[in-house]
């Protein structure tokens, strides 16, 4: 009947290429009752046309991305996709040797026979037993099949150790379990890009699964954190666009056992946008090391409980999130004392100024870091950074109490480098003045004579700074019409000996490098060419 082929909650696929769910199976009221229509969410949203709402009538299901349904006629343009094991023997298993067969006129019993004898054959042959990874992403799996699908999985595949299940056809996480539970030695599970309507309480066959990719299966945070629980040696969970935060990630530290060896979660892309509420959840998981909470909008606000201080994360990926304010990375610190390594490309605090004093500014404030957007920060640097930041508080016009709260590094600096109101400023330069290299830049001119500049920079300045400097130079000086990226790609310096007036071509193979190294010192002449 057809009445038993769908179901509200399961997967399907047009055409064999275009992955749905089944919202809604029924009669719709002013419409002929004898027809059935299916209500279907995509999962590419691009296929939809509404959210749930049938023409212009009722609003018979709400999808989970807006404008992602659609409704149809039950079709035989319509599957329900298929086994395990007939997607593991259609990708790893001879097939002509599988299907080969018994002699024409053979008993019905030797033939049985002898096909158990060619699958087991086959099955040997194609070295299952030897397998680690496993690779059926896209295969159209909806479960691990019948009962004697099962029973062939025992002892099939020993070795493996990664399984990708990722954008199938799953809608109960059950069949999941039992797949992973006749793979004794699993401990990577991918099953990004799936739907699960229905999820048990119990899910046994997850306990030896050390990492977890849910990536895009639009599960709540709830849900989430009721698999993941399922997992007991878990020690990294990936949750990267499910929608998170649009939902509220509510309070589970009292409900629920802590993740004791869980050390990296991802949450990239979720639309997280409430600090705190994230922080609090984050106390399920007190080891916690690698956290990426990448292109969400995100803002940080101050801690309100020192309890909620996540001390032992060292690695936090924040790139494309909403930072605006120096102030934030000074909160950021509070709540990442030990924080090591830090990604913060693509927020708006990067879009004020320079992209080389925000990340001496950012440096200065997070005094604990030894990478800053996946470059390592060396010594020379660091003090460049906090001389940098020291001139920025000279300049301040706040009175000196108040520099205290603005700038949390203050009186360290202040022992460091001096007073920044002193007397004696008009009589002697600054400390950061006296380490100032002084260039002369002979830049091409539109004419037949050359443009000279003076030039001050510090000597910890990287091959890749003095390049971006001089073609920002060039850039506003009129002296090119290129774009900074095209200077870049052609820019050539000679440094001039001062002595006996040779120049040699900077060698800038190596951006990290300091002007030390590329032979670059006080009163030298840098002829440039692009």
């Excluded at 016009?397 to 004696?424: C, M, V, W």
Aim: charged share 25%.
């Amino acid at each position: 009947m057809e009445s038993d082929r769908y179901f509200v909650g399961q997967r399907l696929v047009l055409d064999g290429l275009h992955l749905g769910t089944v919202r809604f199976y029924g009669t719709v009221e002013g419409e002929d009752p004898s027809q059935t229509w299916l209500g279907i969410e995509w999962d590419d949203p691009s296929r939809g046309k509404h959210s749930g709402r049938f023409k212009d009538g009722p609003v018979l299901f709400q999808s989970l991305i807006s404008n992602s349904a659609t409704f149809m006629k039950p079709s035989k343009r319509l599957g329900n996709g298929r086994s395990f094991l007939s997607a593991l023997k259609e990708k790893y298993v001879d097939e002509d040797l599988l299907n080969s067969g018994p002699s024409p006129g053979e008993p019905a019993n030797d033939i049985q026979a002898e096909e158990d004898v060619m699958r087991k054959v086959a099955m040997r042959f194609s070295q299952l037993d030897r397998l680690r990874l496993i690779g059926l992403e896209s295969s159209k799996i909806n479960g691990v099949g019948n009962e004697q699908e099962i029973k062939e999985l025992e002892g099939l595949l020993p070795s493996v150790e990664t399984l990708n299940l990722s954008s199938n056809m799953f809608s109960d996480l059950a069949e999941v379990a039992a797949i992973a539970g006749k793979l004794p030695r699993l401990k990577t599970l991918i099953l990004s890009s799936n739907r699960f309507q229905f999820i048990p309480e119990t899910i046994s066959g997850l306990c030896g699964v050390e990492i977890l990719y849910l990536d895009s299966t639009l599960l709540t945070w709830q849900q989430s954190i009721k698999v993941a629980s399922q997992a007991k040696a878990l020690s990294e969970l990936s949750l990267s666009n499910c929608r998170i935060g649009y939902d509220s990630l509510g309070d589970f530290t009292t409900h629920v056992r802590s993740f004791e060896s869980l050390s990296v979660l991802t949450l990239d892309e979720n639309g997280l946008e409430n600090w705190q509420d994230l922080m609090l959840s984050l106390k399920l998981f007190p080891r916690l090391q690698h956290l990426n909470l990448r292109r969400n909008r995100l803002k940080i606000t101050p801690v309100e409980d020192l309890a909620m201080v996540l001390k032992s994360v060292h690695h936090l990926g924040l790139v494309g999130n909403l930072i605006t304010q120096g102030s934030e990375i000074d909160d950021l610190r509070d709540w990442f004392p030990e924080l090591s390594s830090l990604f913060l490309d693509g927020n708006p605090l990067y879009d004020a100024r320079d992209l080389r004093e925000n990340r001496l500014l950012a440096l200065a404030r997070y005094p604990t870091l030894i990478y800053l957007d996946g470059s390592q920060v060396k010594p020379a640097e660091r003090t460049e950074a906090d001389l940098f930041y020291w001139s920025i508080i000279k300049k301040d016009p706040i009175n000196p109490d108040q520099r205290h709260t603005s700038h949390r590094r203050y009186p360290e600096l202040l022992a460091r480098f001096g007073l920044p109101e002193s007397k004696s400023d008009n009589t002697r330069n600054s400390s950061l003045k006296a380490k100032m290299l002084n260039l002369t830049a002979v830049l091409p001119g539109s004419t037949s004579i050359d443009h000279r500049q003076s030039i001050e920079v510090l000597p910890s300045m990287t091959a890749r700074g003095l390049k971006m400097y001089l073609a920002k130079m060039i850039r506003r000086g009129s002296h090119s019409t290129q774009s900074v990226s095209d200077l870049l790609a052609t820019l050539e310096v000679r440094v001039k000996d001062k002595d006996n007036g040779t120049s040699q071509v900077v060698d800038f193979s190596d951006p990290q490098q300091d002007l030390g190294w590329l032979g670059i010192s006080d009163g030298d002449t840098l002829e440039v060419s692009f």
